[in-house]
């Protein structure tokens, strides 16, 4: 059974870009959810809401020339799977869409960390780099004496 609009599928991601995501379907095929996609709330960064092997639920909105698939997450939310013949069922059967504004606030949180982190490391650095001007300018300032 091929891939029809309409459908709820679980998919992986496997790529992501800076307008979007693309996700195989357990059927083998590929599409791509945009970025206005993603969620009901202003998207600024795919990677707050995806990373690479993540599973996701998706609903095909258009299948395009070339037989590009046109995917959505934000409106798969709280739809059942539909399970596709002969697809790569992964053992898990069916399921609710998870929200992705769920697990964007992780990541957010968890990048929330990484800023705080390379803020102290940038001031530590910043002060070190002073002191070690301060000493060559001292330095300078007795051996140059004219």
């Known amino acids: 059974m091929a891939v029809e609009v309409g459908q ?31 969620d009901n709330t202003f998207v600024r960064d795919v990677n707050d809401y995806f990373q ?3 599973s996701v639920i998706v609903k095909v909105l ?13 409106q798969a939310k709280g739809q059942e799977v539909q399970e596709v013949e002969g697809g790569a069922d992964g053992g898990i059967n069916g399921g609710v869409a998870p929200a992705p504004a769920e697990l964007a606030a992780a990541r957010r949180e968890s990048r929330a960390s990484f800023d705080q ?30």
């Open 52 to 54: 690479i092997n993540d």
């Open 117 to 146: 982190k390379m803020d102290q490391f940038l001031r530590d650095s910043s002060e070190r780099l002073s002191d070690i001007k301060m000493n060559i300018d001292r330095k300078r300032g007795t051996k140059n004496t004219r």
């Open 62 to 74: 258009a299948i395009g020339d070339r037989n590009r698939i046109e995917l959505s997450t934000k």
């Open 8 to 38: 709820v599928l679980r998919g992986t991601v496997v790529r992501i870009l800076d307008y979007g995501a693309l996700v195989r379907l357990d059927e083998g095929s590929t599409g791509l959810v945009h970025i206005s996609e993603i």
